[in-house]
């Protein structure tokens, strides 16, 4: 039908992984499956605050062109936008169906040998299990302080 939007799976739940001494990570097949919508076995893996965010190219596309686009109306977001940008990494899965993090990547989050894959719907966070925790039992201390927000998206 004309106009139809398709409807993508997305990139949902959490696992735990081990990276293999070069630092490879196998992808999940369910996370597989999803990238595989987008027509691409190439992840684009960009340090995020604690973790790195790994992303289909399409979406990050988007994403880079709004932080370039309407991050400029931002004040002091240039260094951001910059800092963002600098730490992007082109990954593609293997025969394995594995991606190679490097070193200077993961070395930017604290990322060790064991990880933790949490799939955030139009990308998969990639963190290193100690730090993963640490945020799971922060969140958890102050699930409460969601109350208003999740009333005001009518989920309470």
Not at 12 to 39: E, M, W
Not at 40 to 65: G, N, Q, T
Not at 77 to 105: H, Y
């Amino acid at each position: 039908m004309a106009g139809e939007k398709i409807i993508k799976s997305r990139f949902r739940s959490k696992s735990d992984h081990s990276l293999d001494i070069k630092g490879r990570l196998n992808f999940p097949s369910r996370f597989r499956d999803v990238l595989a919508q987008y027509g691409s076995e190439m992840l684009i893996v960009v340090p995020w605050m604690e973790h790195l965010r790994a992303y289909p190219v399409s979406e990050w596309e988007e994403l880079e062109d709004k932080l370039i686009d309407q991050g400029r109306e931002q004040p002091r977001f240039a260094g951001f936008v910059r800092l963002v940008l600098a730490g992007v990494t082109e990954c593609n899965l293997d025969k394995q169906s594995r991606i190679l993090l490097p070193q200077t990547l993961r070395s930017q989050v604290g990322i060790e040998k064991e990880v933790v894959l949490t799939g955030m719907r139009d990308w998969v966070e990639i963190w290193d299990k100690e730090s993963w925790e640490r945020e799971l039992q922060s969140t958890r201390e102050s699930f409460d302080s969601f109350d208003e927000g999740l009333s005001k998206l009518g989920i309470l």
